[in-house]
């Protein structure tokens, strides 16, 4: 048994060592909605039909909502979700589209599915429903057998890095995360957690530290972000000694004098990705779509060959335009496909997302890979650039 332990931590080590000195860039796609609660993904869920909630509750979060219908309620409710919402067949269509890698995103309370490992720092298991971890074991068997990695994304942090209903804050749009050290501290738990169990598992890529935070320029704030991203950098490196793959995020509209620190942050690690997401949505309103197509073309696609720092992953990014300003046809938007796969050609990339759980069809359409596939927006070809 020792001796088969060791055999794949030899194999999970050696396939790391391979892929990086092949230059492999990951195509991939999110499990967004899955593991942690959006209801926008997830519209006809069990625990938006049947939990009962005020409609006023659906995009408060994962926290609140649980909070709410409570454990007699919620964690069966919870179950229903994961099991339902995402199985191995999903695993194997991916596969078959050509995908190499899937971005799961986690919440900070999964480690308190496991005894073995309790973090001293705010334990919130009185409110989160229990047994998400029991999926996440799921999703590396199933993305072993079909032969794809996974790359685990802290995208829940205790108190909420961000605010939005994806982060589980527990008062909507309020960021406490940066508020106290125990906060960030239960973070590091959960980096330690997650590498600690999968990092001899043939099928982990790595982590992602933290989605989307949000420091709002504020001085201390960028340096607890930035401290944090380097002591879990030593945590995964010196003390649990793991090659993984680290991705960290910036924040956005941030000081140039910020952008500056990520350009050169952590670049001399090769198996460090700087994580950035790109809609072209938010702050494009009114634009035409030919305009848009030349911002990509031009500005991205120069920004992407000139940036300086560690390796760019693309960490989120869909086909969605602002429909309030033009609707795109499925033939505008292979070619919104094409070239948006052709300008992040140099970088790794992930699809925001993979599926959607709502009987209307046509609802975030762009949004959604496995139905962009079968309307042959995007093919292999594009996936394989």
């Not at 993305?143 to 909420?160: E, N, P, T, Y």
């Amino acid at each position: 048994m020792i001796k088969s332990v060791v055999f794949i931590a030899c194999i999970a080590l050696a396939n790391i060592s391979s892929i990086l000195a092949s230059n492999q860039k990951y195509r991939g796609v999110n499990l967004g909605g899955w593991l942690v609660l959006e209801n926008w993904i997830t519209p006809d869920s069990p625990v938006y039909k049947d939990g009962g909630l005020p409609s006023n509750m659906h995009e408060s979060g994962e926290y609140q909502i649980m909070q709410k219908l409570g454990h007699e309620r919620g964690d069966a409710l919870m179950q229903g979700h994961w099991s339902k919402f995402i199985t191995e067949d999903d695993f194997i269509q991916i596969k078959q589209k050509g995908i190499d890698m899937v971005r799961i995103p986690i919440g900070y309370w999964i480690m308190d599915d496991d005894n073995s490992f309790r973090s001293t720092n705010c334990n919130n298991s009185n409110v989160m429903a229990p047994g998400s971890l029991e999926y996440l074991d799921k999703a590396f068997r199933w993305a072993r057998r079909s032969q794809l990695k996974v790359l685990v994304g802290i995208h829940a942090a205790m108190g909420s890095q961000n605010g939005d209903q994806h982060s589980a804050p527990p008062v909507s749009g309020k960021i406490q995360w940066f508020d106290k050290q125990e906060y960030v501290d239960n973070t590091l738990d959960v980096v330690e957690f997650i590498v600690r169990r999968y990092q001899n598992h043939p099928a982990f890529l790595g982590i992602g530290l933290l989605n989307e935070p949000q420091h709002s320029n504020d001085a201390t704030k960028f340096a607890t972000l930035k401290k944090y991203y380097e002591d879990a950098h030593k945590l995964i490196r010196q003390n649990l000694h793991s090659d993984c793959i680290i991705t960290f995020s910036n924040a956005y509209n941030e000081k140039t004098e910020y952008q500056q620190v990520w350009q050169s942050f952590l670049k001399n690690d090769p198996n460090v990705w700087a994580e950035v997401h790109k809609y072209y949505i938010w702050g494009f309103e009114g634009q035409t779509f030919d305009q848009i197509k030349q911002y990509v073309q031009g500005h991205e696609a120069q920004w992407i060959k000139s940036w300086p720092g560690a390796e760019l992953y693309v960490g989120e990014w869909s086909l969605a335009n602002h429909e309030a300003t033009f609707n795109l046809t499925d033939s505008q938007k292979q070619e919104y496909a094409d070239i948006m796969t052709t300008v992040f050609q140099p970088t790794h990339w992930s699809y925001w997302t993979w599926k959607f759980w709502t009987s209307n069809i046509a609802t975030y359409a762009s949004w959604n890979l496995q139905n962009i596939f079968e309307r042959q927006i995007m093919n292999d070809t594009m996936i394989s650039k």
